[in-house]
């Protein structure tokens, strides 16, 4: 039942005697409603007594005239009309109301900046279907896992670039993590620094309560102008956590396809004793992931560990409708004291 079907019906409308409205209502007063059925027994009673004890007058007719008629029904209408009286009043005491529950959630917030690495290496095929995609694919369902929090990315090879400020439009941000591409910066490399610096610029001015890096990388510092560990120290004097993630095997690794089809490899290193540090600096953690289901994994335990509590408001507003069914109650009353006031009651009593 919609809220418009409560709130636009005349009160004389059989409409609030339907089953589906009845049932719809909270009862504010609920055993009331058990009263309704004594009203059948306490008439059943006084027909009996009545019937029993009531004068009886002996009266000689014809057998031709002793034909039963509807319209003897017609005694019976005060009656009817008393016990509906009576329903709607058991009804009224019963409070029938509706309420609408109004709530208002609120965190007080938490800044993130995801930094990950776009460069040449991300293209190594020990992830599914390569490093940077599984990547990708795990940010956005972290994305899509936080409420209110404002979330921001830095993308990074030998450059670092600030793909989106932190932002609270996370269909924005899910279309930013779909549109990264190797591409994206010319210069080759891997610059930690610099994209940590990049973070750290655009959380500086932050007045969430809590202020997150997650660093994703799968290689060295081998290019920028600032020194990874500076950079991290840096962002500490701002009070930003640093989560580090090392993507990779090491070892040899698949890489492209040779002439026939064929999977290529190479040998493949990574620097985890700089973001060990790092994340030590930064009062964070760090993990090494292997595959996609242990990125997943991580992302889901940062997730965890980086929850505001989440506070709320709720606002009852509730209607009564029990005077509606006070209205049947005396309209059904004044029918039925017309019937026992007037001479109405004689013609249906004879």
Not at 9 to 32: G, I, R, Y
Not at 223 to 248: Q, R, W
Request: charged residues 25%.
């Amino acid at each position: 039942m919609d809220k418009l079907d409560f709130y636009s019906e005349n009160w004389f409308s059989l409409h609030w005697f339907q089953p589906e409205v009845l049932v719809a209502f909270d009862w504010a007063n609920k055993p009331f409603l058990l009263l309704i059925f004594l009203i059948p027994i306490a008439f059943l009673i006084k027909w009996f007594v009545s019937k029993s004890l009531g004068q009886k007058l002996p009266v000689a007719l014809p057998e031709k005239q002793l034909k039963w008629s509807p319209v003897v029904l017609l005694r019976f209408l005060p009656s009817i009309f008393l016990m509906l009286a009576l329903v709607c009043i058991i009804l009224a005491l019963g409070r029938p109301q509706k309420t609408n529950e109004k709530v208002e959630q609120w965190t007080e917030g938490i800044d993130i900046m995801m930094v990950i690495d776009i460069s040449e290496s991300m293209q190594i095929e020990d992830f599914k279907p390569n490093r940077l995609e599984a990547a990708k694919q795990v940010a956005e369902n972290f994305v899509a896992g936080r409420f209110q929090d404002r979330i921001g990315i830095v993308i990074f090879s030998g450059d670092a670039y600030s793909l989106s400020p932190l932002t609270t439009d996370y269909d924005l941000l899910k279309a930013h993590l779909s549109d990264i591409d190797f591409d994206m910066i010319q210069n080759r490399g891997t610059a930690i620094g610099s994209a940590l610096a990049v973070a750290t610029n655009r959380m500086r001015e932050s007045e969430a309560a809590s202020k997150v890096v997650i660093l994703l990388s799968d290689g060295e510092n081998t290019a920028g102008n600032i020194d990874p560990i500076t950079a991290a120290e840096l962002a500490d004097a701002y009070n930003i956590k640093i989560y580090t993630i090392a993507v990779g095997k090491e070892g040899r690794v698949p890489f492209g396809k040779d002439f026939f089809g064929q999977p290529k490899y190479i040998e493949n290193s990574l620097d985890e004793t700089t973001l060990r540090k790092i994340a030590d600096i930064g009062n964070g953690h760090f993990y090494r992931v292997s595959n996609n289901k242990a990125l997943e994994e991580v992302f889901g335990l940062i997730d965890t560990y980086e929850k505001a509590e989440i506070k709320e408001n709720r606002y009852k507003d509730t209607s009564d409708f029990y005077q509606i069914y006070l209205k049947w109650a005396i309209g059904f009353f004044l029918i039925w004291f017309l019937f026992k006031s007037t001479f109405v009651s004689n013609v249906l009593q004879d």
